[in-house]
């Protein structure tokens, strides 16, 4: 992963507030809702996020400003003082050690190294290739050359053997990538997964939906949404073939509707009723999705009263069902009501009496 301060473009010594403002605009332009179609975007969302997280906390960044842990949040491991940026040094070393143990007046330091050096580089090789065991060579003789006066200076003392380690692995991926010279015959790369916007009606959601998507030119393979598909849900399609369509990914959502609309599994409505109905109670029938529910209004309910009628939503992956919510409105008349205007009007004058 790379520097969280390269990700978020912002310096070494930026202030914590600087930090918000990076991570709020770099959010906005890579989150994925906003980026349909790059599958890029995911994954560069996730890098701002983690970033985000790691300098915006001052106990996680002092430590990565220190050393103490790396760019995903990892403790690093603090090598021995001496220890060689070549993380095979110290196995070559043991092993010289544990054979020199078992016969030492038997075999010198001439005829012990070659043998342990030949295992070394055969194991070498059969990881990382050839040129990995003649790069592991060459720096092994500059440790030797070196003698008193590189254990002076300390070398490795603050390099990471991991990231060396990391680092002869990038190389070696680098020479066995498909195509490349000496390699196995090249795989066929996968094609992106494709993105397939469909609009539901509210009744389609309650009770499940069918349909197809097509692949290439001719062929077509049918996915199902379940009953309760939530608006937003993603439903992945396997492709006939990856390696020359591609998957796909049908993100679902919900067609709008005259009276209602979904909040998660619940089902949002608009009544309205008269004052009258609104001071002295009263009741009305609502048009659900599955049908007319009878609904009381309690006395006293102005507007914005939500009255709740359980399970008339969304089937959920529980087996229950979400609510029916109705909110209320309150209406005057559409011509003048002089009784009423009257009635207001008595009421007023007699709080000044």
Known sequence: MRNPYTVLGVGKTARAEEIKIAYRQLAKTWHPDQNPGDPSATMRFAEIAHAYKLLIDPDL??????????????????????????????????????????????RSPDTEDAP??????????????????????????????????QQANAPGLDEDPLAALDELFAKWKTRRKPGARGSTKPEKPEKPVTIHYIEITLEAAMTGYSGEIEFGNACRVEFTSPPGTLDGTEIRVNSPDPALYGDAVVKVTHARHPRLRAVGADLHGEHAISLMEAVLGGSFVFEGLEGPVRITIPEWSGSDKVLRVPAHGLPTPTGE????????????????????????RSNRSSWFI
Do not use: C
């Open 61 to 106: 960044r002092s430590r990565f400003d220190k050393g103490e842990i790396d760019a995903r949040g990892r403790r690093r491991p603090k090598p021995a003082r001496g220890f060689s940026a070549n993380p095979f040094n110290a196995f070559k070393q043991a092993r010289r050690k544990s054979a020199a143990g078992q016969d030492t007046d038997e």
């Open 321 to 344: 069902r979400g609510a029916l919510l109705v909110h209320l409105r309150v209406m005057l008349p559409e011509t003048p009501d002089r009784g009423l205007i009257d009635l207001m």
């Open 116 to 149: 342990e050096e030949a295992k070394f580089e055969e194991m070498v090789v059969h990881i990382f290739g050839e040129a990995a065991a003649k790069q592991s060579g060459h720096t092994a003789q500059g440790a030797q050359k070196g003698g008193e006066r």
